[in-house]
């Protein structure tokens, strides 16, 4: 079944604690991004990866990193989470941007709070 | 910057209806794309429009853009319990993808 997974689904941590959100797609897709969604902020591009080894910043990238080391994986890393990361986080893939094939499939997202 | 503006925020409807939900934007671009995310759930994509006068239909939803109005429309013709959700549009420049603050549907029998 083609998908995007995400995991953990729910995180509880505390601050300052070091923790990754693994993304997953098996849809052999260039382009990866991720969004935070947050009441009253809507939804915010964080990061996004054109294909492997590129990777660039979004609306939002500040305690963010990411990696692009094979085209199916898109981690996102908070070195040093802080209470104002309490979100709920979408990761998506589509096989192109700037095409006709750029529809993108999100992932069920994850719930993460920060303590 | 880029701004996007979606109206109404919410949008209480009849079954049976017909309504439209617009998406500004501040910006020329000519890549725009529309969500559903139903509650709880996560983003749906529904239409990807990627030229001026583009015009997009699936089943009682239909989409268009005018670039030159900096405009999109999101059509609802005949509107279904079902299609009670948050729609989203977005607005990619130069991959810096923005969204509108969402419109919350609701179908009423």
């Known amino acids: 079944e083609a998908q995007v997974t995400q995991n953990p689904r729910y995180l509880i941590t505390v601050t300052g604690k070091k923790l990754t959100v693994t993304c997953s797609q098996n849809?052999?897709?260039?382009?990866m991004s991720w969004y935070r969604q947050d009441p009253g902020l809507g939804l915010r591009q964080i990061y996004y990866?054109?294909?492997?080894?590129?990777?660039d910043k979004g609306d939002v990238p500040e305690g963010y990193k990411v990696s692009r080391k094979e085209k199916r994986n898109f981690p996102l890393i908070l070195e040093s989470p802080s209470p104002n990361q309490t979100s709920l986080y979408f990761c998506?893939?589509?096989?192109?941007?700037?095409?006709?094939?750029?529809?993108?499939?999100f992932g069920p997202g994850t719930r993460l709070l920060v303590l | 910057e880029l701004k996007v503006e979606q109206n109404p925020l919410f949008l209480s409807m009849q079954e049976g209806k017909n309504y439209t939900i617009y998406c500004n934007y501040s910006?020329?671009?000519?890549?725009l794309y529309w969500y559903r995310q139903d509650p709880g759930k996560s983003l749906e994509s529904l239409f990807v429009?990627?030229?001026?006068?583009a015009v997009k239909q699936e089943g009682r939803l239909m989409a268009s853009l005018d670039t030159k109005a900096r405009l999109s429309t999101l059509h609802i013709t005949a509107a279904v319990h079902d299609l009670s959700a948050t729609y989203f549009c977005?607005?990619?420049?130069?991959?810096?993808?923005?969204f509108g603050a969402g419109t919350r549907l609701t179908v009423k029998p």
């Open positions: 998506a893939s589509s096989f192109q941007r700037g095409g006709p094939r750029e529809t993108q499939y």
């Open positions: 849809m052999n897709h260039e382009y």
């Open positions: 990866s054109m294909n492997v080894e590129v990777t």
């Open positions: 910006t020329t671009s000519d890549r």
């Open positions: 429009l990627l030229s001026n006068g």
């Open positions: 977005a607005v990619d420049l130069n991959n810096d993808m923005r």
